[in-house]
């Protein structure tokens, strides 16, 4: 039995239900449960918001270009993406931004996730290419930022760094690689370096990189936002196939949820007053064409076992 088969055949289709949180986005990414409320980015919308558990919304901050990853830094500041200008910015507690760290040279596309251990060290990566102009896919690099805005390669050749997570005590940095149909864990060394790559969970065989429409198609499975429970086990977002996956490390498929028709899933996270809410971002698409213009993209609760674990 082939990978594909397996993933397929082994899977335990869920019926939970899902109720919405809030609606009206541009499209929802990078979610978040920090200080009692929700935060979340909307990328064509160009700004980070918080969303309360009964559904009161405030715009946290404006990112012109186009905000993604969010974290917090050990004095409370807020760590933001802006994907297009290869930027993380922070936001001090006192409401003033600055610029934390540049990562043009880096980046081969959009800066995209990123993920803060309790020290204010942070790990982001890039889409590696131009997904939004159909460029054909290249690997590209993890980057280390630390506390004080150094920058520095932890690793290459990753295939389109995506969803990440940090785990077993902030000893362990789990990356999805939304083209390699993977998990990749790596140990964290004390400076925040990284060690002992490894897969973690190979969901579908990689595809062999090629052109955009020769990779396309070999994608079973597009990991994107992510989560980890207080078990060690990932609820993942597939961008492609419309469901979030519920997977232990070596690749079980424990769950899987279907999104509501018309919809697809791009990220989740666990979170609520007692962390066992998970929170989906769903749109329509992921296509920035379609959802620039759009207010259709909506967050999605449903309530689940197992709490949350780890970082974020």
């Not at 942070?122 to 930022?145: E, Y």
């Not at 899987?256 to 791009?266: Q, S, V």
Request: proline share 5%; with cysteine; glycine share 10%.
């Amino acid at each position: 039995m082939g990978l594909i088969d397996h993933f397929t055949r082994g899977t335990n289709l869920s019926s939970r239900q899902f109720e919405t949180l809030h609606s009206g986005g541009g499209f929802f990414e990078s979610p978040r449960w920090h200080d009692g409320k929700w935060f979340v980015s909307d990328f064509y919308h160009h700004e980070v918001i918080s969303v309360t558990e009964d559904g009161n919304v405030k715009v946290e901050m404006a990112v012109e270009n186009q905000p993604s990853g969010i974290g917090w830094l050990p004095d409370g500041s807020m760590l933001v993406v802006s994907m297009k200008d290869h930027c993380i910015l922070r936001k001090a507690m006192d409401g003033s931004i600055a610029v934390h760290a540049r990562l043009s040279s880096y980046c081969n596309g959009p800066l995209n996730d990123l993920v803060v251990d309790s020290k204010g060290n942070a790990w982001v990566g890039d889409f590696g290419f131009d997904l939004m102009n159909f460029q054909d896919p290249s690997p590209t690099n993890l980057v280390l930022v630390k506390p004080n805005g150094e920058t520095t390669v932890v690793a290459t050749e990753m295939l389109f760094p995506n969803g990440m997570v940090i785990i077993d005590d902030e000893n362990t940095l789990v990356v999805g690689e939304t083209l390699g149909c993977r998990y990749t864990a790596f140990d964290i060394n004390d400076d925040g370096s990284l060690s002992n790559r490894r897969v973690f969970a190979q969901l579908a065989p990689t595809p062999t990189i090629g052109t955009f429409n020769d990779v396309l198609p070999q994608i079973a499975v597009a990991p994107d936002g992510c989560c980890v429970d207080s078990d060690g086990n990932l609820w993942i977002a597939d961008a492609l196939g419309n469901r979030l996956l519920h997977i232990t490390e070596g690749a079980e498929i424990l769950e899987e949820i279907k999104a509501p028709e018309g919809l697809g899933f791009f990220a989740c996270m666990l979170g609520g007053s007692d962390g066992k809410t998970l929170l989906a971002c769903a749109a329509p698409d992921f296509m920035e064409a379609n959802r620039i213009l759009s207010d259709d993209a909506v967050l999605l609760v449903t309530t689940v076992e197992t709490a949350h674990g780890g970082k974020p």
